[in-house]
C-alpha cells in the first residue's frame, strides 16, 4: 500500500470529464516528481496495443536520467483479460522507483477495468474523478468568460449546461468558441449559447426521447441522423453512443415514473428500492433528472419497459443475434416502432 505523504508506485485514474482526468494525471506526475517533456524516463502507452510484458519492462527498468520511470497507460480498460492477471500479480512488486498510471476512459462501462482498478487500489492508489455540480460548472464559465472581459448571463449558462450535458471539459471547449464569438459585444446571452455551441449526444438524445414522447417519428429521425453523423460508420455511433444513451436516459425515466406511481420522493430513504445500480437516478445532474422526470410524466411504467426492450432487441439486431437489415433501417425501425408504443395509450 501507498505510504501517506509517500507517492505511490501505481496509480489508476478514472472518471467520466476527460479535462478532471488530465488534471489528476498531470498532479499524480508532479507528485511524484515527474516532468513527462522530453523526459527519457517516461513512456505513454495504449491499452489496445501494448501489453502486460511491456508495461512492466517499461515500468521497472532502472531510470537514466530522472530519479523515477513513469509509465502511463491510456485507455487501460481496453487491456486483454490476460494482460490483467498478469498487471494484478505483478503491481506489487514495482519497485520505488517505478510508477505506473493507468488512465480510464471516461464515459465508458462502469463495470470494465474493474479488476485492474481494484488490483491497482490494493498495490498504491485509485482515484476516482468525480464530475462537478452544475453549479461549479456554471461558477467556471463565469470566471474564464470574465477573465476575458465577457459578462456570461446566468441564463447563458444554464442554457449551455444543458447543451453540454453539464459537462466542464465539453464546456471549456464551447466556451473558447463564445469568447472569440462575443468579444465584440462584451456580453454572452442565451441566442448566442444557442448559436455557437454545439449540442452534446446525450442532449440530441433528449430531443430524440422529447420527440418519441410526443409520437412524432420525423423528428425523431432528425434527430437520428444528427447523432449517426457524429462517426463515419452508423453502426459504430449506434453501438457507443445512440443505444448506451438512450438506455442509460430510459432507465433513469423509468426509475422516475415507478417513483411516481409509489408516491415515493427520490430523496426519501424508501426511493432506494425503485433505483438501478448501474445508473442511479439520485446520481444524476439537475437537467438530466428534470428531463426523466418529465418523461415520465407522458408514460405508463409498462410502457417505458416496452422502449427499453426495443434498444435492447436493436442492441442485439445490430450485433446479428437477432435479424436486421442496415444498420440506419434497423434503427429507423426501432424509433418507428417506439413512436407506436408511445401513441397507443390503451
Known sequence: MAVSGVSPSVVA?????PLLIIEALQASLAEAG??????FDHVDLDGIETSAAEILQSATTIPFLSPRRSVVVRRADRLGEADVDALSTALPTIPASGLIVFVFEPLGDAAKGAALKSAAKKAGRLIEVKSPDRSVIITELKKRAGEAGLLFDRDAAEKMCDLVGSDLSEAVSELGKI?????????????DVKQIVIPSQEYRVFLLLDAV???QLGPALTQLGRLLSAMPKAED???????P???????????????LDERVS??????KRYLSEAYSLANANDFPRKKATAFARRLSLAQVAALLRLVLETDMRLKGQLPQA??????ERMLAEMCLIVRDQT
Open 13 to 17: 485514474i478514472s472518471g467520466s470529464d
Open 34 to 39: 515527474i516532468d513527462p517533456v522530453d523526459s
Open 179 to 191: 469568447i472569440a464569438a462575443c468579444s465584440s459585444t462584451g456580453k454572452v446571452t442565451v441566442d
Open 213 to 215: 414522447c410526443e409520437g
Open 237 to 243: 455511433a449506434a453501438m457507443r453512443n445512440v443505444l
Open 245 to 259: 444513451q438512450m438506455h442509460k436516459q430510459l432507465l433513469n425515466i423509468f426509475q422516475a415514473r415507478a417513483l
Open 266 to 271: 427520490l430523496d426519501s430513504p424508501d426511493a
Open 326 to 331: 442496415t444498420a440506419e433501417e434497423t434503427l
